[in-house]
Structure formats: C-alpha cells, structure tokens
C-alpha cells in the first residue's frame, strides 16, 4: 500500500524527528512526527487514503457552524497551546494533566482507517496517535469503573457556533469500558504527519473506527471513569435516532435515511455508492464484545 504524504520527504530527518518529539514532550499542542517514519501498524486499512484537503474542508464541528465548511473556515481561532485535560473519576491518578503529561510514554504509531458518519458519508483518514488502553492503564482504572465519558472545550469567545442554540453544551460522549481498552480505539493527535488540525479536533481527540464518527469526540479536555452510563450529547437530543452504541451498522437504518450504503467523499458528485460493512468493516476484531446483544435495541 503506498499513499502521496502531504509534506516533503527531504523534511524526514532523523535531527528533525527527534526535534519534533522533544517539541512534544515540552508542551507543543500535538503530534508533528511524519506519518512515514511510523510504523506501519497491523490495524491499518490498505484503502488509500483521502486527501489531506478533503479530510481539513469536509468537517462536522457544530461548536464552529453547522455547514460542512464551518469548521475549516473559523476554527482557526481556537487556541490549542497550552491545552490541558482533567481526568477523574474512579481512577488512581486523577488531576489535571497538561497534554505532553497526559502522552509522554505512549507509543505513537499511524493508523490508516475508515470513518463512517453517521449522515451516511465516509473517508479513509491516516491518523497518528496512541492506543487509549495505554493510556487508562497509566491512569490506573479502579474496579468500580464501567464507562469512559469525555467531554469537550468550550469556549464561545473562539467557537462562534456555540451561540446556535441546540446543543447543550459542552460536547459529551462516552464508551464502555471494554470498548475503550480494545486496541483499535486510539487518541490522535495528527493526520498526515501533521499535527492535528483545529477543524479536526485539534490538540487530542477519540477516534473509534467501528463506530459512527458523532462517538470519536473532538477536542477532548475531560476525561472520566464512572460506574454507570454517561450521560451522551446526541443520544440526548433524539434517543431514537442516535443510541449509545453507534456501532456502524448497515442493517439498522437512521429513522430519516438508509444506512446500507454510503458516499465516499472525493469521489465525485456523481460517484457511485459503496456498500456499508457491519462495524464498518472491523466486525473480526470488535463483534466479540456485542455478543449475546440485540444490536437493533443497542443501536
């Protein structure tokens, strides 16, 4: 599988990694070590992926409008250095960790995978970051704890959509558990080599692959460990079209639109459809942990 970087090559320098790593570790608000000097990892797609373009102007971000080029358009105010996160809940080391803290010692490694939304449209991505496990396991996850609840910034001085109503603000999102520690759910902090871009959920966000793109919440700066059910911002809104779960599905349709097929973006306005897989094509690693539930229920 090979892929057209969105940077230079000559810009691959074992001084400039090593720069770009201490740059991390003193505090830069994201990942900026080149896709191509990763390891390629076991749990990539061998799909090309979208452009860089694509995936920066393409963008469901509400807290900076709600047209698909909102986000490109106006989340350059958001500030991302410094960035710190809180985490608490039942954990054994809760506080406020600023984000070269919260990842220092995680391995970073590229990911290149589908990502499904839910309004029936996907991309390829190639993500950088870091197994979230990894993380919680730092953390030190207590006995008691059953869910993972994120939530995002807010701040309506620098995210102009925030003041549209609808949304209760901030962002609110969540997983079980086991999901969580499942080796495909990664923090990213980078796309193509980059560090994250602010339209696409600059410095730190969740991605999830099997699971519509509204769970891999953008922005994080809470992180908490619960005993019961997170309260979730969509599912809140219209239960019956948005469940906890999300879990890409093709047999259960969105109540106002099909979910068997989807429209991958960059192909064209007049592009066919492709089919949607079940788990959005990772159902040999992921379907394991549904068994025993009606996924028509658990949507």
């Not at 250095?81 to 970073?108: E, F, H």
């Not at 980078?190 to 922005?219: E, H």
Request: aromatic share 12%; with cysteine.
């Amino acid at each position: 599988m090979t892929y057209q970087p969105q940077f230079s090559r000559a810009d691959v320098t074992p001084q400039n990694l090593f720069l770009n790593r201490r740059a991390l570790l003193a505090g830069a608000a994201a990942l900026s070590v080149a896709g191509p000097a990763l390891a390629a990892s076991p749990y990539s797609t061998d799909e090309a992926p979208n452009s860089f373009e694509d995936i920066t102007t393409y963008n469901n971000y509400y807290e900076f409008g709600y047209d698909k080029s909102d986000p490109a358009a106006y989340a350059g105010s958001l500030k991302t250095d410094p960035w710190s996160v809180v985490v608490d809940g039942l954990v054994d080391n809760p506080g406020t960790y600023s984000l070269a803290d919260l990842i220092a010692d995680q391995p970073i490694e590229e990911r290149i995978y589908r990502f499904r939304c839910v309004e029936a449209w996907s991309m390829i991505v190639p993500w950088q970051g870091f197994q979230l496990s990894g993380l919680l396991n730092k953390l030190g996850v207590q006995a008691g704890a059953k869910y993972v609840a994120f939530e995002t910034v807010v701040r309506p001085d620098e995210m102009p959509g925030i003041s549209g109503g609808m949304i209760d603000w901030p962002y609110r999102e969540g997983l079980r558990l086991d999901e969580a520690m499942h080796p495909l759910t990664i923090m990213a902090t980078g796309l193509y080599g980059k560090p994250m871009p602010n339209q696409n959920g600059a410095p730190i966000r969740l991605i999830v692959p099997w699971k519509y793109g509204f769970k891999s919440v953008k922005s994080i700066v809470r992180i908490s460990l619960i005993a019961e059910q997170p309260v979730t911002t969509w599912n809140t809104l219209a239960a019956n079209e948005y469940g906890f779960y999300a879990n890409v599905n093709p047999t259960v349709d969105h109540p106002r639109w099909s979910q068997a097929s989807e429209r991958r973006i960059g192909g064209g306005l007049f592009s066919g459809r492709v089919d949607t897989l079940m788990f959005n094509g990772y159902g040999d690693q992921v379907a394991s942990l549904y068994a025993g539930q009606d996924l028509t229920k658990d949507y």
